[in-house]
């Protein structure tokens, strides 16, 4: 299994999903997941764990790896890794080990572990990353002691398509977003041509919800019949409803604050409900390239004091957060899952979500709007704030619903995937 984010690192539901599907799999299934950067909490018992941050000369022969690789502005199917239509600029692995041409292994461990010892995984090198975890994670593969090559979003497509094709064992590729989703249904750029080369390569897909899959089908041109449907999950844990010490109500928006996640929405849905029901607060906990803009817009539209802006939040403070809120928004404009959705549902939170989201497909309890439908959502969120009653019967019906929606049934239908192929193979 080929992952990128992984508690206690992580920026959003990727790294969440990722765990919750590797706890509960492994009961089926045994596991090595190689992963950039393992943290100190990491250890799952009888997973074997590999982070590239810990690499060990035991765990890869690096010696064979030749990492004398210079790109430019050509495709990168003439060059030697053959992995996708893929550009890059300027891009030169040598670079990685500075003026000495050959260094030592030992020298080469310690230049690899500092590549990938940082706690951002992504930042402006993250195509370098991407590439030279998927060198490695070869080699590291190369014994062919597995089944089932398992990758976990886009970053870890190239890695994944490299192995396929060493290896000859087939690939599922598991879709958590697509850049038509974070970008635009029109964007065709390196991201894309990268997550369509492992869409293509993959002998089957598994899509967090019928929207991805749809969107999977109507941006990429993949076949769907190698597309099964397998959604998100939630780890149940004790929750108990807490008083917070404000007067006003709280709102919570959970996530990255990106146009993908749908801020303008945010403010004006937030300026909406504040004319009628001034008594409320709108919490935003999240970072992201939208985060200035949403905080100069607040304070341009004289609506500073009604947002609290919390900054990034480990998982302890969400569930701190979740526990004391009164409703919950998700204005997503394409939101693949949403597994805060599900997160607010735990903690009995009523909830206002897209209906361009994943989350609403099992959501039923939850009420809907498309996501520009900024008076609709206005209205929703007044009526919950307003009437408790309606907020207590929505946050039930949630409640029932996640029933089937742990990661333990994610597991069983991921291992019917695996069953499938392995008997078709």
Request: glycine share 6%.
């Amino acid at each position: 299994m080929l992952g990128w984010e992984f508690p206690p690192l992580f920026t959003g539901g990727l790294g969440v999903a990722t765990y919750g599907i590797v706890k509960s799999l492994n009961q089926y299934s045994q596991i090595r997941l190689i992963i950039p950067t393992a943290g100190d909490a990491s250890d799952l018992e009888d997973v074997n764990i590999i982070g590239l941050n810990k690499l060990t000369k035991e765990e890869i022969d690096i010696e064979s790896i030749q990492f004398e690789i210079e790109f430019d502005n050509t495709r990168v199917e003439k060059i030697p890794l053959q992995i996708s239509p893929y550009h890059f600029t300027n891009a030169s692995f040598s670079g990685f080990f500075g003026s000495n041409d050959h260094p030592e292994s030992d020298q080469k461990i310690d230049v690899i572990r500092s590549i990938f010892s940082g706690r951002d995984m992504y930042g402006f090198n993250v195509m370098h990353k991407v590439h030279l975890f998927a060198l490695l994670s070869a080699e590291i593969a190369s014994d062919g002691d597995f089944d089932i090559i398992h990758a976990h979003d886009w970053v870890t497509y190239p890695a994944a398509v490299r192995i396929k094709k060493q290896s000859g064992k087939p690939l599922v590729v598991h879709v958590h977003a697509l850049e038509t989703d974070r970008v635009g249904d029109t964007v065709r750029n390196d991201i894309y041509w990268m997550e369509r080369d492992g869409l293509l390569e993959a002998d089957s897909i598994v899509a967090v919800s019928e929207y991805t899959k749809e969107q999977i089908v109507k941006h990429y041109e993949i076949d769907p019949s190698k597309i099964s449907v397998v959604h998100n999950g939630i780890e149940p844990i004790p929750v108990k409803r807490s008083v917070h010490k404000l007067k006003d109500k709280l709102v919570i928006f959970l996530g990255r604050i990106t146009s993908q996640k749908g801020p303008n929405f945010l403010l004006e849905t937030a300026e909406k409900v504040v004319r009628v029901y001034p008594r409320v607060k709108f919490v935003v906990a999240g970072t992201g390239d939208q985060f200035g803009h949403l905080l100069e817009s607040t304070a341009y539209r004289k609506l500073g004091s009604k947002f609290i802006f919390t900054g990034f939040l480990s998982k302890t403070k969400v569930n701190e957060l979740l526990s004391m809120a009164d409703a919950y928004f998700m204005p997503s404009v394409s939101e693949p899952f949403g597994l805060t959705a599900l997160e607010a549902a735990h903690h009995k939170v009523p909830a206002v979500i897209s209906s361009q989201s994943g989350a609403a497909e099992v959501m039923k309890g939850s009420l809907q709007a498309d996501f520009w439908d900024t008076d609709k959502y206005a209205n929703y969120i007044h009526a919950i704030l307003k009437y408790p009653a309606l907020g207590k019967i929505l946050s039930d019906r949630a409640a029932l619903e996640l029933n089937d929606l742990t990661w333990d049934h994610a597991a069983k239908k991921l291992r019917n995937v695996y069953d499938t192929l392995l008997q078709e193979s």
